[in-house]
């Protein structure tokens, strides 16, 4: 059984991607597109409050308690493409 990871950091793009960072300093996409007719992200399609996502004990969270677990976001994300140490930027 592999050990759950918390997520430290979460950036969301108006793609309805997020960028995240895990405690490990791993850092990942998760596209959320595919989510977003089901409940309860329905709320969140077409609204600002899918920009206002934050990290909230180890996840992601929206206003109107909204969450989604960390096991989906770090099993169903890539890894984001690497910046060379020069131009790297801050997810």
């Known amino acids: ?19 995240l960072e895990f405690e490990n300093g ?9 989510y977003m007719d089901k409940r ?13 996502a934050t990290v909230d004990y180890g996840t992601v969270v929206w206003p109107g308690n909204i969450d989604i677990a960390p096991e989906t976001l770090y099993d169903r994300s890539r890894p984001a493409q690497s ?9």
């Open 26 to 34: 791993e850092r990942r996409i998760f596209d959320m597109s595919s």
């Open 1 to 19: 059984m592999e050990a759950l990871l918390d997520v430290v950091k979460v950036e969301a793009k108006p793609d309805y991607s997020l960028h």
């Open 40 to 52: 309860p992200f329905v709320s969140l399609k077409g609204s600002p409050l899918f920009m206002m």
């Open 83 to 91: 910046a060379t140490p020069a131009t790297q930027k801050s997810i």
